[in-house]
C-alpha cells in the first residue's frame, strides 16, 4: 500500500522554531525518527522515505479514474509526469521544506497503488493543509483515516502546526468521514474556489486545531459515494 504525506515547508528542527505539544496524546504514532527522516508507524502501517521504484506505483493510482474523480490532479499521467511529481516529493525532507512519506502494511511490508496525502503550510500562520487519494482496493479498511491520524499528530507535533485545514468536493461523502474521524469539522462552502479540469469547483472546507483531539472513534468504512 502507498500514500505519501508532504509538507512544502521548513521542519521547525532545521529552522531553529520551537515545536509546539499539543495538548491531546500521540496515540496513532508508536514511533518516529528524528532529526532524521521521521518513519512513523501506526497499528497496521509504517510511513517510509520515498524511493525511485516507487513511480510506477504512483502511476498507477493516479490512472485510476476513481481515484482523481474528486481531486485536481490530472488523470492518466505519463511516466514523465508520474517520475516528476515523485522527485518533487521525495525532495522535500533533504531541502527542508517538508516530508513526504510511502506506506506499507506492516503485516506484509508491500504495497500496492494507494493513498496519496499532502500538506502545504503558512509558516508564519502556522497553517498547513492536507489532502489525500486512496485506491479502490483499499477502500473500506480505514486505513486512510489511519494514516490521516498519524499525519494529523505529526503535523501538529512536529512541524509546530496549529491550524490544519482540508477541502473536499461535493459529493466525496467518504472523504467528509475520513476528516471527522481525524478530529476535523465541516466549516462551509468556498463557492468556486477552485478551477480544474476546465471548470470551476466549490470546496466543502474542513479544519482543526492542535487542541482538538485526533478522535479516536471506530475507523470502519472510508469507501468514496457517488454523487447523487
Not at 525518527?33 to 521504484?53: D, K, N, Q, W, Y
Not at 506506506?103 to 508491500?110: F, L, Q, V
Not at 471527522?180 to 465541516?186: C, S, T
Request: overall charge negative; hydrophobic content about 40%; glycine content about 8%.
Amino acid at each position: 500500500m502507498q500514500l505519501t504525506f508532504a509538507c512544502n515547508c521548513e521542519s521547525p528542527v532545521l529552522s531553529g522554531r520551537p515545536v509546539i505539544r499539543p495538548a491531546y496524546p500521540c496515540v496513532r504514532v508508536s514511533e518516529v525518527s528524528s532529526p532524521h527522516f521521521p518513519a512513523l508507524s501506526t497499528e497496521r502501517l509504517t510511513l517510509r522515505v520515498i524511493a525511485p521504484h516507487d513511480v510506477a506505483e504512483f502511476r498507477a493510482l493516479m490512472s485510476v479514474p476513481e481515484v482523481t474523480r474528486y481531486s485536481n490532479w490530472p488523470e492518466a499521467p505519463t511516466y514523465d509526469q508520474a517520475n516528476e511529481w515523485t522527485r518533487n516529493l521525495a525532495e522535500l525532507f533533504p531541502s527542508g521544506k517538508g516530508c513526504a512519506w510511502v506506506i506499507a502494511e506492516r503485516s506484509s511490508g508491500g504495497f500496492s497503488s494507494a493513498p496519496f496525502t499532502s500538506i502545504t503550510p503558512i509558516w508564519e500562520w502556522r497553517v498547513g493543509g492536507i489532502g489525500y487519494e486512496a485506491h479502490p482496493d483499499y477502500w473500506g479498511r480505514g486505513l486512510t483515516t489511519e494514516a490521516l491520524r498519524a499525519v494529523v499528530t505529526y503535523g501538529h507535533r512536529a512541524f509546530a502546526l496549529n491550524r490544519i485545514e482540508a477541502w473536499t468536493l461535493p459529493g466525496n461523502d467518504a472523504s467528509d468521514r475520513v476528516l471527522e474521524k481525524a478530529g476535523f469539522r465541516f466549516e462551509g462552502i468556498f463557492r468556486e474556489k477552485g478551477f480544474f479540469k476546465g471548470a470551476f469547483h466549490d470546496f466543502r472546507m474542513f479544519g482543526r486545531v492542535a487542541a482538538d483531539a485526533v478522535m479516536d472513534a471506530p475507523i470502519g468504512d472510508d469507501r468514496p459515494v457517488a454523487a447523487e
